[in-house]
């Protein structure tokens, strides 16, 4: 059974960082990993994606202030968060793609608030 684990969200001021972690359990092998949030009344929308190749993405509003990596010993993938904005409250889900299998994480809270 394909398990995702987030960690790392959390209550930060605008301007502060945060890291969030995604571990994956059960599965050896994934074309992409990635972070996705949703804010309060919004829509589900990409954050980040990294595929097995290294190739990255982002979503215009977090370039140049988040940046995602993986780790090379395991399943898992990391997203660091700096310059945090208002904007970037959300729960963030972590998102791996496997052979055309998606699979999902329970999502961590981040909120960014004075």
């Known amino acids: 059974q394909v398990q995702l684990v987030e960690s790392g969200g959390g209550l930060v001021q605008p301007g502060g960082s945060l890291r969030l972690s995604c571990a994956a359990s059960g599965i050896a092998y994934f074309n992409a990993m990635g972070w996705y949030r949703q804010a309060p009344g919004k829509g589900r929308e990409l954050v980040a994606r990294?595929?097995?190749?290294?190739?990255?993405n982002y979503v215009d509003s977090v370039k140049g202030r988040f940046t995602i990596s993986r780790d090379n010993a395991k399943i898992a993938v990391h997203l660091q968060m700096n310059s945090l904005k208002p904007d970037d409250t959300a729960i963030y889900y972590c998102?791996?793609?496997?052979?055309?299998?998606?699979?999902w994480g329970k999502g961590t809270l981040v909120t960014v608030s004075s």
């Open positions: 998102n791996l793609d496997s052979t055309g299998m998606d699979y």
């Open positions: 990294l595929t097995s190749g290294g190739a990255t």
